[in-house]
């Protein structure tokens, strides 16, 4: 078997070297070999060069460019046909994406299988001159279609941070055999070859990027429809609601919703999936979806709550969750019922008047409203989050409801904001806020008005912070 030259020093000029500065030892490499040619042959391959370097830059598609590149190495190597092979990212396989000197055979290789696997995987380039005595050829296409393979050059095609992108191949010289000036100037070709598909790779990941953005203004707007309007939601008397939901990113896995029910009460919730982005908005269209419907049929929450848990489980990944607070408020009977799914506890805006319950406010008593955090044993009965165990069970919970009390709901986006110092916001920012307008608004402050307080307290304490999570913020009442 031959193998490059019998001599170590043709070897030496066989093999590539040094991946970092591929591009550049190439071309060196190249120019050192053609100055051992005669003058017309070598004016002739640089020319072949310039024109496939001026192909690189006319043509409009990667077939094209390689076609042209082929049709300067079969004239210049006087080789019999050349083809370039790839990797398929999809399936791991080298394949022959084009080849001249015959008609296109459709060639796909293992990892590391024949002569252009080998140097596909290994990245050194190789001369061989007795192709039927080498171990590493792959006589699979010569028996298929009839050919037979004698010599061979073969040189990786590679990207600059080193890794290969396939293999160039010339088959048959010709004058019987290649020497190490063929393999360098074909390695000339590879480089060439290697920039035409990096080119095209990139203008693939542009369009890429761009269906991307696409899908995701379509994929923010069909999940907006599945929120409530932003601000003031539109609910029978004596209800009253406000709600907002910020994705972190252009989709999120926040979702909240108020539903009248026929018997006069009223629904609402306020989901937070684990997570951001795609998957956490896949998931939270689930919960949107399943809740609406839950809800109308299941007036026991515990029930419902279950039943919720085991439809989630069977759709999301091990480890993917959402926390909940589902709670049916009842204006005829001044009630909550609620199940708190491992949610954060929310907090209650409270007219001071005729409310036994509620706290001082945190101005000493000099506002008609306060702002109260319920003791845990009123907001906290409920469960594990939903999806988080398949077999869970749940607790509902109830407690009463004055006519003008407001209850804010919140997601951790909103807890666990952070201004520009580090600081996080916290449930206590949360409660200052609204104490802050118990201080300055009327008894019978409007779910609008608290929810605009809100958002403006929080978005002054956030001012200049990037958005870590979805914020979503829920405020109801009646009367």
Not at 115 to 135: C, F, K, T, W
Not at 221 to 249: T, V
Not at 317 to 332: E, I, N, Q
């Amino acid at each position: 078997m031959e193998h490059t030259t019998q001599q170590s020093s043709g070897r030496d000029e066989a093999v590539a070297s040094g991946r970092g500065e591929e591009v550049a030892s190439t071309a060196t490499h190249a120019t050192a070999a053609l100055r051992a040619l005669p003058v017309e042959v070598r004016l002739h391959r640089l020319e072949a060069l310039v024109a496939a370097s001026g192909a690189l830059n006319r043509a409009t598609g990667l077939d094209e460019t390689l076609r042209a590149i082929l049709d300067n190495v079969r004239e210049q190597l006087a080789c019999e046909r050349a083809t370039v092979f790839l990797h398929d990212l999809r399936t791991g396989k080298l394949h022959a994406r084009q080849m001249i000197g015959s008609e296109h055979i459709e060639i796909l290789l293992e990892r590391g299988v024949g002569i252009a696997g080998y140097v596909a995987e290994s990245g050194e380039s190789v001369l061989v001159n007795d192709v039927q005595r080498d171990p590493r050829f792959d006589r699979a296409t010569d028996l298929r279609t009839g050919f037979t393979t004698r010599t061979m050059l073969c040189v990786p095609l590679r990207h600059p941070e080193g890794a290969t992108l396939g293999s160039l191949q010339a088959i048959n010289s010709r004058a019987e055999k290649f020497d190490a000036a063929d393999l360098a100037y074909l390695e000339a070709f590879g480089a060439l070859a290697a920039v035409a598909v990096q080119r095209e790779q990139l203008a693939q990941e542009a369009f890429r990027a761009k269906l991307i953005s696409t899908e995701l203004e379509l994929a923010h707007a069909i999940q907006q429809r599945l929120l409530p309007p932003a601000g003031e939601i539109d609910l029978p008397a004596p209800y009253r609601a406000w709600g907002l939901s910020q994705p972190c990113f252009d989709v999120g896995g926040d979702a909240y919703d108020v539903v009248p029910l026929s018997d006069g009460s009223l629904a609402f919730w306020l989901a937070d999936v684990s997570g951001k982005g795609f998957g956490a908005a896949l998931l939270m269209t689930t919960l949107q979806t399943e809740l609406r419907a839950l809800v109308r049929e299941r007036p026991d929450l515990a029930a419902l709550a279950r039943e919720l848990n085991a439809r989630v489980s069977r759709v999301a990944p091990v480890g993917t969750y959402a926390t909940l607070f589902l709670g049916v408020v009842s204006a005829r009977e001044r009630s909550l019922r609620y199940v708190n799914a491992g949610h954060l506890l929310p907090v209650w805006w409270t007219p001071r008047g005729g409310d036994a319950r509620a706290e001082s406010a945190a101005n000493g008593g000099a506002s008609t409203a306060s702002v109260e955090r319920r003791a845990p044993n009123e907001c906290d009965a409920g469960g594990t989050p939903v999806g988080l165990l398949p077999e869970a069970t749940y607790e509902a919970g109830a407690c009463d409801f004055a006519a003008g009390a407001r209850l804010v709901v919140f997601s951790d986006g909103v807890t666990d904001a952070e201004n520009t110092a580090g600081a996080t916001y916290e449930c206590g920012g949360v409660s200052a806020s609204l104490a802050d307008a118990a201080r300055s608004s009327p008894a019978d402050a409007d779910p609008s008005s608290l929810g605009a307080r809100l958002v403006a307290d929080l978005d002054r304490f956030r001012a200049g912070a990037p958005a870590k999570d979805d914020t979503t913020l829920l405020v109801v009442g009646f009367g």
